[in-house]
Each structure stands twice: as structure tokens, then as C-alpha cells.
């Protein structure tokens, strides 16, 4: 594993109400990610980060909003969370040697 | 706009097959290309990458071929096997793009025994 950890694992909230994901790596890279994963979609972009506080939109930010404080977490807000939203959630790290990106085991959230 | 289409959707393969997922993409800066192994409930992990200076590239029974100039590849698992069962996804990055992967669609593969 790379060092990823994705908190809560499993939420159900209701419509309307403030989510926050966290992505904890100890790998001390410098790129995080946020995907997210629908049937028919594949992954999709959300936001991205290339260091502590530099952060911008990817695909799919609309209703997303990130934060990156330290290096090793970063945080998906869903303000006001919808049915749309209700998915699996990624976070992801990028290793500069390669271009390669090591995936966290997923958040599933339901919005009810 | 899909940037990296993937196909089938998804592929049923007997033991000892081939299974074949292919991949096409529009944007000519992309430079790296790889797939990533997904089973259920777990996050995607990669599986083989390739650059455009290579043909083909084999790590055991998978293998990655590659056609610059059609803008295609394809990922080729031999001897296909029950644990092989797991969706397959493509994906490209470009150099300076902070190591943004454009993903396809995915594949399921389902491999009978």
C-alpha cells in the first residue's frame, strides 16, 4: 500500500448537510488528488493539489470545495451535499519519479 | 469531451484466454500511458505503464502495445485466469500537466473458470 488513508470510510448523510473527506498520506509527496467514481463514468477528476495551499479544479468540481494545510492531508468539502453526490470517493498521490499515482482504498458516500 | 475512449465496456473471457482492452485517445501531447486493476472495493492500483518511445512493453502475462501514430493502445493479458476478474481502466498524462490522468471509461473482465 502507499501510505493512504482515506477517512470516513463509509458516510450516509442527509441532503443539504456539509461533508468532509480526509486524505492522510505518509509518503510526504507533493500531489494529492481527489476522484470520484460512478458506474458509466470511470474516475474523474474532482480537484488537485501541487503543495501545501496550491490547489485547483479538475473535471468535476462543481459543489466541491479542497484544502491542503499540511502536506501530508487533504480535505474534500461537499458544502451542501447532494443526491449527485453519492459516490465512491478517491484520493490519490503522485509520485514525481514517473508519473505514476497511488490510489487510497475509497470513500463511500451516500446522500439520502 | 472524452479525452481517452475505452473499450468493450465489458469482456467475458474462458480460463486460458486472451483477454484484449483497447484504448484511443485525441489529445497528441500525452506521453505516458497506464492501466490501472481495480476489484471490488478497493481503490485502482497501477499495472503497467508505457511511453510513446516503446512499441510494446511485457511485465508477465500483461502486455501494453502502442500505436502513436493510429493514437491507440491496448492492454493484452495472456493466459487469462479466475483472479484476473476485476475492471481495467486506460489513462494518459502529459508532461507539465502536474501528473493529471485522463481515465477511460473502464472494462470489466470477468474470466470463467
Known amino acids: 500500500d502507499a501510505g493512504i488513508t482515506q477517512s470516513p470510510r463509509h458516510k450516509v448523510t442527509e441532503t443539504g448537510t456539509p461533508v468532509t473527506l480526509r486524505c492522510h498520506q505518509t509518503?510526504?509527496?507533493?500531489?494529492m488528488y481527489w476522484y470520484r467514481q460512478d458506474p458509466g463514468h470511470g474516475l474523474r477528476l474532482i480537484h488537485y493539489s501541487y503543495g501545501v495551499k496550491d490547489t485547483d479544479k479538475g473535471e468535476v468540481s462543481d459543489g466541491y470545495s479542497v484544502s491542503r494545510s499540511k502536506t501530508e492531508d487533504f480535505l474534500l468539502t461537499l458544502e451542501s451535499a447532494t443526491s449527485s453526490q453519492t459516490s465512491v470517493y478517491f484520493c490519490a498521490i503522485g509520485s514525481p519519479s514517473g508519473n505514476t499515482i497511488y490510489f487510497g482504498e475509497g470513500s463511500w458516500l451516500t446522500v439520502v | 469531451q472524452q479525452q481517452v475512449k475505452q473499450s468493450p465496456q465489458s469482456l467475458i473471457v474462458q480460463k486460458g484466454g486472451i483477454s484484449i482492452i483497447n484504448c484511443a485517445y485525441e489529445?497528441?501531447?500525452?506521453?505516458?500511458f497506464p492501466w490501472y486493476q481495480q476489484f471490488p472495493g478497493k481503490g485502482p492500483a497501477l499495472l503497467i505503464a508505457?511511453?510513446?518511445?516503446?512499441s510494446e512493453k511485457k511485465e508477465g502475462r500483461f502486455t501494453i502495445s502502442f500505436n502513436k501514430s493510429a493514437k491507440q493502445f491496448s492492454l493484452h493479458i495472456m493466459d487469462s485466469q479466475p483472479g484476473d476478474s476485476a475492471t481495467y481502466f486506460c489513462a494518459a498524462d502529459s508532461r507539465g500537466s502536474n501528473y493529471k490522468l485522463t481515465f477511460g471509461k473502464g472494462t470489466l473482465l470477468t474470466v470463467n473458470p
Open positions: 509518503e510526504n509527496h507533493r500531489y
Open positions: 508505457i511511453r510513446p518511445d516503446v
Open positions: 489529445n497528441t501531447a500525452f506521453d505516458y
